[in-house]
Each structure stands twice: as C-alpha cells, then as structure tokens.
C-alpha cells in the first residue's frame, strides 16, 4: 500500500481506494471515475497520488478543441521527457499514445477536470472505452482515473448507455467533511462554536485556505469572525456561493436558479411552495429541480412516515448562509456595510439557518452512531397527523431498524431538535403522543427510545425521564 502523505488531512477511507485502484493498475487494466463539489480536495489527493507514484497528471481548462488537445500534447511529452512536443492531430492519436505509455509504465494516468475535455470533444469518452476494451482484450495494464467536478457531467459517465457504463472499477466521491472532522479540521473546540461555523462554511476544506487560517478564538469571536471573513469583499469566500452555482455546465438562467434555493432558504420547500414562490407551475420547475439535484446543491429528503411527500434542502452551507444573510442587502455588502448587515441577519440566522442545521446535524449523528440499541436502518424527519387534537406532529429525528420483510416497521427513537431553547416536559409529550400514534399505526415501538437534543440544555426534571434520553452538543462532538 502506497503511504498517504502527511500534508493530506484524513481522507484515509479514499486514499486507501486510490492506493489500492494504482496498485492494480500495474498488473492489469482498471479504470475509475473521481468526482465531488469543487473546493473538496480531488486535485490535491490525485497530484499526491501521481507524485507519490510517478503517474501521469493533467488537468484540463476551459478551452477550445485545438488548444486543449495542444496542452494535452505538451503535457504528456513533458511527462515521458522527449525533447521536442509533438502535436497531436487528434484526440483518437492522444488517447492511443497515452494509453501505449500507461501501459509500457504501469504508472497512474489522471485527467482532471474532464468535463472541460468532454464538452469541447463530445467524442471522447467512446474514443476512451475504446482503447480501454482493447487493453483489456490484450490484456494491457493501465490505471486510468477522470475527474470533475461537474457532478452532472460525471454522474453520465457511467449512467444508463453512456459509452463508459461498465467499464470502472472505482467509482469514487469526494464528499465534505462531516462536522465532527470539520471541526478538528478548522481546531475548534468548543461544540456550540463549531455548528456555527460549520452553518457558514460546511466542511468544505478549501474554505479554510481561502481566509488564510482565520477561525473564531472563541463564541465571542464568532460575530466578529463572520464580518471579518464570508461578509467581506476582500476575502475570497464572499462571492463563492455565487460562483458555485455559475461552474455547473447544465445551468442556465441562473436568477432562476438562485430563486429556486432562496424559496428553499426561506423555508418553502416543498415542490408547490418554491413554485408559488417564484411565480411558476409546479410542471415549469421539475428541470431546475433535478439540475440543482443532480449538481448537488440540493436534495430532496422524502417524509419516512409518508415516502410520497418530500421536501428540498439546500446542500451546501455556504449557499444556504448567501441566500439568507447576503443576498437581500448584497448591495450593502459591497459597499462595506457588512457590520450592520450581520447585526440585522443575526436573528433570521438563528431561525433560519441555525435551527434546521442543528436538526441535520442531529439527524446525521443518529446515523453514524449506533447509541439506540441497534445498527441504523433509515434516519429522517416525518410529520404525523393527530386526529384527536387536529394537529400535525412533526418529529425532526426519526430512527428505523432495518426493514425486514413481513415484520413491522421497528422504530429505535423519535426526537426533538432544538438549537435555542432549554428543553423540558412538552417537548417529551409531543414525542410520545407521536409514539401513540406511530404504535395505533402498526409500527414496532416497544424500545423506542425519546431523545432531545438541544444545543442550549435540558430542564432538570427531564432528566429524570427513563425514557428519554438527552443530547447536548458534548455527546454530539466526541
């Protein structure tokens, strides 16, 4: 196995399949797909990768035809060390020499950024399954990796009857850092401080980078911390919600766009109240839906007490933080004002933002730790009817057992998220009155644990339940 270096920060779980997927290609003929959001790392774990293993790296730019078939030419002649470029006449001849030198090597080949490639050559990927089949016929050895960060593009890669289905042998994400990672990524310690941060920034870890090491000192700091970074025109941060959203090749329109994820961000964000929002049809707006879904911006998150009914959230931090917080005073924004324009989002950050991330952060804990006597099967929030009261019960944290055939649905916990307020007795009420109805209904409840979390405390006598089980942010940050 290949030592991962020092200078990368975790990211064991894909360099191990890097690692792994250029050992193989030494002896025989692999191909894999590396995509992920930009600002994730790809570039710097793949440039490790090839200098760690004398493999071939280049990295694609917006250009045409001609002068990216130039600068590939240029790249691989430097990469084999021969004197004098030579100039390909076309991709079908580059492709066929970058293959015959992977395969005289046994050296990783990586193309970053192919979507770059594959939209000025839309040939490109059949001239790659090509020479891959024959390699494999031959039985050639090659490790081949494309990468991008047009999700849209890369998930057509090996989709449906795309050239390349059924060719890879590693099909790897580079996903965001989970918030307990993110924060010792960013050196926060303290738990309430690190949410909050992880609200603006998410786990992205470029964004570190981009304000030069700035972090919060402290919970004090924070205000200042937000002025002083994602609200200043100096720092490059201040316009990457923006930018984001403008790199995905599929969208158009992007006022639309940006329309689309504020009714999300204001919390209307079921399919016919961001279409009520906007001014549209719900049957105008399934396009910018599965665009904003496929570029994962945005995703959809179904009711687990009633699969047919879903609403969206934003998937990015950094966007949710611009279409609440920046956009409506953008102008002031620009101008200097950031001070007095942090001080009157505070509030809509705290309901807005702070909230229903607390409630995906929750959600998201209850996944990856198995604390409710069982391995996690599904975890999700659900609304529940009350015929009685004439009332709906939203629960923000719910936990199933894996499903098995023929026996009821095995409920492990129901929960309660909340960010700002000391939870107490009602709280516990509304979640067993939503067991109530969740038992009348057939599911398996016997021990269902209740669980509160909360970021601001608990009322003494909750703990006092032995049902109930009570998260604060210590539990969540281990």
């Not at 025989?28 to 493999?55: D, I, P, Y």
């Not at 309430?192 to 992880?198: E, Y």
């Not at 405390?457 to 539990?475: C, H, K, Q, W, Y």
Request: aromatic fraction near 10%; charged fraction near 25%.
């Amino acid at each position: 196995m290949i030592p991962k270096p020092d200078r990368i920060f975790a990211r064991e779980f894909e360099w191990r399949h890097l690692a792994s997927f250029a050992a193989r290609g030494a002896e025989s003929v692999q191909f894999g797909v590396v995509s992920g959001r930009r600002r994730q790392g790809k570039t710097f774990l793949l440039e490790a990768l090839t200098r760690e293993t004398g493999g071939f790296y280049f990295s694609a730019t917006e250009a045409t035809e001609a002068e990216a078939l130039n600068m590939f030419s240029t790249a691989l002649w430097n990469y084999t060390g021969r004197p004098v470029p030579t100039r390909f006449a076309d991709w079908d001849e580059a492709i066929t020499q970058m293959f015959a030198i992977a395969d005289e090597s046994g050296r990783p080949v990586v193309i970053d950024e192919f979507p770059y490639l594959s939209k000025v050559s839309p040939a490109l990927p059949s001239i790659v399954q090509r020479e891959i089949d024959r390699a494999i016929s031959r039985g050639g050895r090659l490790s081949l990796l494309l990468c991008g960060s047009a999700m849209s593009v890369m998930g057509g890669l090996l989709s449906g009857d795309a050239p390349l289905r059924g060719r890879a042998t590693l099909e790897l994400v580079l996903r965001p850092f989970d918030y307990p990672l993110a924060a010792k990524y960013w050196k926060l310690s303290d738990p309430a401080l690190s949410a909050r941060v992880h609200a603006v920034v998410g786990g992205t870890p470029a964004y570190l980078r981009f304000l030069n090491g700035d972090v919060p000192t402290s919970p004090e700091d924070f205000d200042d911390w937000v002025v002083r970074t994602v609200l200043d025109p100096g720092t490059p941060l201040f316009r990457e919600a923006r930018y984001l959203l403008e790199e995905e090749t599929d969208i158009r329109e992007t006022a639309l766009y940006h329309s689309v994820l504020a009714s999300v961000a204001a919390g209307n964000n079921t399919r016919g109240g961001i279409a009520s929002y906007i001014g549209r049809k719900t049957t105008d707006i399934g396009h910018h839906l599965n665009v904003l879904e496929d570029s994962c911006l945005l995703r959809r998150e179904p009711d687990v007490f009633h699969p047919g009914r879903s609403v969206y959230r934003i998937a990015e931090p950094l966007i949710n933080f611009y279409q609440v917080v920046m956009r409506p005073r953008w102008g002031l924004l620009e101008s200097g004002r950031a001070r007095p324009v942090w001080a009157d989002a505070k509030a809509r950050f705290q309901s807005q933002i702070m909230g229903p991330h607390f409630e995906e952060l929750c959600r998201h804990f209850a996944l990856v730790e198995p604390v409710f006597g069982g391995l996690p099967g599904e975890v999700g929030a659900g609304t529940l009817t009350d015929p009685v009261q004439k009332a709906q019960v939203q629960v923000d944290v719910v936990v199933f057992a894996p499903a098995i055939p023929g026996e009821p649905r095995k409920v492990l916990s129901l929960g309660e998220a909340k960010w700002g307020d000391v939870m107490g007795k009602r709280h516990v009420e509304r979640l067993r009155r939503a067991k109530e109805l969740l038992t009348r209904k057939g599911y398996d409840t016997r021990n269902t644990v209740l669980a509160c979390y909360s970021a601001a405390g608990f009322e003494p006598t909750l703990r006092a339940e032995n049902d109930v089980r009570t998260i604060g942010m210590s539990d969540m940050y281990v």
